[in-house]
Each structure stands twice: as C-alpha cells, then as structure tokens.
C-alpha cells in the first residue's frame, strides 16, 4: 500500500501560523505606535502646562507686590493653550496650570506683612517738653493691606516714665491714663494700612520727659510676625 505525502497539508498549516504571528505582530506594532503619539502628546501637554504654571506664578509675585488681591479662582485665568488659578493658605500660594488633562503645580511663600513693613524713624523727634514723641512713619510696600495689632515700647535708660497714648494718623489706637511702663506690649485698635502712603504716629505721650533714651518700637502684625526698629538717643 502505498503512504500518502501531508508535506503539502504541513505547509498550509506553517504559512496560516506565519500569517497570524504577522498579524499579530503589526497588532502589537499599531499598539505601540499609538501608545507612543499618547505618549507624546500627553509630555507636549505637560510641558505647556509648567509654562501656564510658570505664567501663574508670575501673576501672583506681581500682584502681592502691587498690593492687589492674587487670588484667581476656577475656572482660572486664561494664558497660551491652557488656564491658572492661585489659592492661598497662610503665607502659601498655591498655582495651579492647566493644559487640557495635564495640570501642573507649585507652591510660593507670601511675603508676610512684617516683610511689606516699612519704617522710618529718621525724623523722630520729641515735643512737648520732652513727653511726646512725634515723626515716626510707616508704609507698606506689597500686599493688600497690613494690619498693625499690637506695639511695644522700651527705652533705656528707663526713668520710670510710662506710655499713656498713642495716635496714628487721625486715629487714637491706644488710651490708658494710667499709663503702662518699659517693655510693655499693648493691644492697640487694629490700624489697618491699604495703600503705600506714609502712615505718621502723630504722637506718642509719656507721663515723664524721655530726653536722652534709646527707644526700640515693635510693630506686631495681623498675621503674627514682627518687626522692629530701634533709635535715639532722643533729644
């Protein structure tokens, strides 16, 4: 009997095998390729993002130190392809870009409100027989506004002499006839500064002269920081 040859019926079976692991094949190379365009798009997104984020940090650092508010809430801030909105938490900015699905972030320090403090103590001066103290100046220069909440005076030599009234500007911030010595922090109504005016102690009354001591002042702000000048000797 003679054996029949299957090399034909091999071969159809090695060529179907072949042509499915081609196909395979360029499935998984279609995969690849289209994995690799997200890819790339997803980095160029990115990419655009940090530069609306970069762009948002800008914003806020000029708005603080233009003394306007640098809160931008959603749906954000239109720039390039994307958006940016600042949050604060405390003396946290917060800046967040987004790009279509890719967002990036980042966080700035606020200058505090001691920082946007500035004093000038060049032109103090005594008055009234040496028991009022006059010519004291302060501004802010960033931020919307400072709050001064509480002040502390001490001089040297200190006579026994105590402090009874303070005046800002028009505004008595501080009265106690009683008067309160050296080193004491008192609890003033909150002056509150919003522009970058000068903002003058118009005076500062003693019960005694203090000719010939050296005051230290310190401002005590809204948000808990200080700051502090020293100067004299008086006369």
């Keep these: 009997m003679k054996i ?4 034909g019926g091999v071969s159809v079976i090695a060529a179907m095998l072949m042509l499915l ?9 279609s ?28 914003y806020a650092v000029k708005k603080v130190y233009d003394g306007q508010s640098e809160i931008v809430n959603p749906p954000g801030q239109p720039f390039g392809n994307g958006s940016f909105t600042v949050s604060r938490s ?33 032109n103090a001066t005594l008055v009234g027989g040496g028991q009022t103290l006059k010519n004291i ?22 006579g ?11 505004s008595v911030v501080y009265d106690n006839p009683a008067g309160v010595p050296s080193g004491t922090l008192i609890d003033i109504a909150d002056y509150v500064a919003v522009n970058n005016n000068n903002n003058v102690f118009s005076f500062i009354h003693f019960t005694a002269p203090i000719f010939g001591t050296v005051m230290t002042l310190t401002f005590h702000m809204g948000d808990g920081t200080t700051k502090t000048v020293t100067f004299g000797p008086l006369d």
């Design 21 to 29: 692991s081609l196909l395979a094949l360029g499935g998984v190379i």
């Design 31 to 58: 995969y690849l390729v289209a994995v690799g365009e997200e890819s790339r798009a997803s980095q160029h997104s990115s990419a655009q993002a940090l530069y609306v984020t970069q762009a948002g940090v800008e």
């Design 137 to 158: 100046y302060f501004r802010k220069n960033c931020l919307s506004q400072i709050v001064v909440d509480k002040l502390l005076f001490s001089w040297t030599p200190n």
């Design 90 to 122: 405390g003396l946290t900015l917060t800046i967040t870009g987004t790009v279509g699905n890719a967002i990036r972030v980042h966080k700035i320090d606020s200058p505090t409100q001691a920082d946007c403090d500035i004093l000038d103590v060049d």
């Design 4 to 7: 029949g040859n299957n090399h």
């Design 160 to 170: 026994g002499q105590k402090l009874i009234l303070v005046k800002i500007e028009s």
